[in-house]
T-cell receptor, first 114, second 110 residues
Framework: GAGVSQSPSNKVTEKGKDVELRCDPI?????LYWYRQSLGQGLEFLIY????????KSGLPSDRFSAERTGGSVSTLTIQRTQQEDSAVYLC????????????FGPGTRLLVL | QKEVEQNSGPLSVPEGAIASLNCTYS??????FFWYRQYSGKSPELIMS????GDKEDGRFTAQLNKASQYVSLLIRDSQPSDSATYLC??????????FGPGTRLSVLP
């Protein structure tokens, strides 16, 4: 398909374990965004990439969270030593790099930390 | 800090009525404005984008932008039960990140 894809779709982990979430943006999109959405809440910005660099990491909630993007394409969000409060849906979106370009969202990864 | 505000709702309207969703933003440098619809358990999907002052119509949807008042709205005409969802307002300045509002939950009653 031509849309944003994310994997895994669901992840259940134990407190203290590390998890990796993957995002495949739409081909040709240079901007990539990660958001977190807790149950019944709005979108919480985490980080965005322009190409492989991340000009804005201001939303990462703690140093347990990190993200990288390689080849201007796939991005991985890593959460170390997961806590129960990390349970949420992690959404990835991509857009062409232009002030008027729309973000297109992936289906999300539902993370549950037990 | 850049902020986008919306009434959380729920906003309830009868089927066939006009639903009016409002959004205000704090950053005067904002240039692009978007409305997303999010069904429960699903990802946001784009409804409308607007970049210039005035109205933009697409089917039953009309987006209205007033940059002087830092206000953007979405009107849904002939509301249908299938329009029941959370509507997210998003704002972006040039070279900047998107900022999303908390969303307004709309309920269209049959």
């Amino acid at each position: 398909g031509a849309g944003v894809s994310q994997s895994p779709s669901n992840k259940v982990t134990e407190k203290g374990k590390d998890v990796e979430l993957r995002c495949d943006p739409i081909s040709g999109h240079t901007a990539l965004y990660w958001y977190r959405q807790s149950l019944g809440q709005g979108l919480e910005f985490l980080i965005y990439f322009q190409g492989n660099s991340a000009p804005d990491k201001s939303g990462l909630p703690s140093d347990r969270f990190s993200a990288e993007r390689t080849g201007g394409s796939v991005s991985t969000l890593t959460i170390q030593r997961t806590q129960q409060e990390d349970s949420a849906v992690y959404l990835c979106a991509s857009s062409l790099w232009d002030s008027q370009e729309t973000q297109y969202f992936g289906p999300g990864t539902r993370l549950l930390v037990l | 800090q850049k902020e986008v505000e919306q009434n959380s709702g729920p906003l309830s309207v009868p089927e066939g009525a006009i639903a009016s969703l409002n959004c205000t933003y704090s950053d005067r440098g904002s240039q692009s404005f978007f409305w997303y619809r999010q069904y429960s358990g699903k990802s946001p999907e784009l409804i409308m984008s607007i970049y210039s002052n005035g109205d933009k119509e697409d089917g039953r949807f009309t987006a209205q932008l007033n940059k002087a008042s830092q206000y953007v709205s979405l009107l849904i005409r002939d509301s249908q039960p299938s329009d029941s969802a959370t509507y997210l307002c998003a704002v972006r300045g040039y070279g900047q990140n998107f900022v999303f509002g908390p969303g307004t939950r709309l309920s269209v009653l049959p």
